[in-house]
Each structure stands twice: as C-alpha cells, then as structure tokens.
C-alpha cells in the first residue's frame, strides 16, 4: 500500500498539481484511534494506510477518482453517522438496515450521493474491500476486493488516459468506459458496473438472491435516504410545510405519489398554479414552433 500511495502522490505533483497541493498532512495512529473511538470496528491496515499517507483534500470540491473527492477522516465520520442514524431509525421502523455501522465511506461526491465504501472489522484486518456506489439509485457501480486494488487500477487509468484530469475544474471524468473495465478485471472484483444494490454489507455477497429481494432491499434503501434528506412525502406535515420545501419534493418523487391531504397543500400554497403556467408557457411555445414552420 505504502508503495502504491508514493507513486500515485507522485504522479499528482506532475499531473494534477491542484489535487497534489489540497492533500492534508497524514494523521498519526494515536489522531485515527482519537477519531475512531466511539466506532465499534477498527480500521483495516489499508485504510489507516491511507490516512496515514494524507488525510483527505482541504477542497471537498477537488476529485481524486471520477465523480469522488478524497474525504478527511473526521468528515468521512460525520457523514457516516448521518447515514448510520437514518438506518436506525428504518430499523426501528421495519427492521431494515440499510446503511449497517460496519460501513465507512471515504469518497464523496458533492451531493453525497456517489460514494466509495469500505469496511471495518471486529479483528485487525490487513485489507479492506472498496466499493463505489451510488445511494439515492441504490446502484453499485464497481468493487474491488482490496482498497489497494482500486487506487492500482485508478493509476493505471491515468496514465493510460482513461481517467482524465480536468485542470480548470479540479475534477475527473471517465473518458474510456470499455478500458477501463479491462483494467478493473485484471484485479479481484467483488462486481462490476451497474449491479442492482440489494445489501451494502461487503463481505459474503450471495450471488443467488432472488430478484424481487433484490428491488425490495434497493426500495428499503432508498426509502430510508430520502426520508434523512428530507423526502418523504409520507413523513412531511402539511401544517408546516412551505411551498420551497413541496417544490423541493416534487422534483424526485411526482405529486400523485403524495398523500392526499400534502397534494391540497400544495395546491394552496400556489404549486398547482405554479404547473399550470409551465404548462401554458410549454403550449404557447409549441404554438410559436408551428406558426415559425
């Protein structure tokens, strides 16, 4: 792991000077373990590896991976016990657990969606499998079976262009979808892209779930995210609520699937009125179309 962090530190000084100077100094055992005391698991080698090495980007708006930026560990934390007190509460609520504590993500996009996950242990551990996945889709994206695996493969990537850096942005993008599925195959994968999510857990995946359990655990998943975010349209008072925070729903889950009692409240507030004039504007440019033809 050691060798695999300097050449890809290396690399980012001469590629991606941006990323390279964002990088925090590393922490030391005693600073991980002061981070993680209220954690009932314990870092695999790897990851205290990692963070060892650097602790995350200063700019969360800076990517490392496509899509990902590089979490300090303090953050990776707090944004892991949001999501750990949301699956509590859906546990309580139907005995689903969606986000289990064994889980830490160390990645994050800005929006907290896209993620990459990996695993703490009862016992030291040498290795920790790394999945990507997107949440709120409740998609797993790729995983490698080894942390190390997937920052191999990620160099790997950028040197051969896949992978690539945009210098005014300070992000990075997937250029060569196919290739870069060849290099990931050349590792130990757990899966690849766009498998439907049925259990975060990462260890003794069972190939053989049946399908409709599969969408099921995926609904039970994205339930409980949407609720912590505050989109739940079962879960919102109509008393309180105000038309940004309807106008807000509407925009992931369409009014018919809204409790009754929540659609006449947004229509009082003016959303119903506020569809008819999209309506009416998206008919009056049509007519515009036609008559310019």
Known sequence: MIETLKN???????????????????????EIDALLKDWPYKLSSDVRALYRWRNGFEDDLIQLLPGLSFLPLETALELASGL????????????????PQVLLPIFSDA?????????????????????????LQGKRLYGFEKLE???KAALELFKLGAYAV????????????????????????????????????????DDDLD??????????MLAGLMEMLGFNPDA?????????????????????????????CYRELGGGKVLENEVVEKSEVLEEGKRDE
């Open 8 to 30: 890809l530190e290396q690399w980012l000084k001469l590629n991606y000077w941006v990323a390279s100077d964002s990088l925090q100094l590393g922490l030391g055992d005693l």
């Open 211 to 220: 399908e409709d359990d599969d969408d099921d655990d995926g609904e039970n």
């Open 84 to 99: 750990w007190e949301a699956s509590s509460e859906q546990v309580k609520k139907s005995g689903d657990d969606f986000f």
């Open 111 to 135: 929006k907290n969606d896209a993620v990459l996950l990996v695993q703490g242990f009862e016992t030291e551990s040498p290795h920790s499998p790394a999945q990507v996945v997107l949440l």
């Open 166 to 205: 945009d210098q005014d942005h300070d992000t990075v993008s997937m250029l060569e979808e196919d290739k870069a599925r060849a290099v990931w195959r050349r590792y130990p994968l757990i899966y690849l892209e766009n498998v439907e999510l049925s259990s975060l857990v990462l260890e003794d995946e």
């Open 149 to 151: 695996d997937l920052l």
């Open 236 to 264: 919102m008072d109509p008393s309180s609520a105000t038309l940004e925070d309807l106008t807000e729903l509407l925009e992931v889950i369409p009014l018919e699937d809204w409790p009754e009692e929540l659609q006449a």
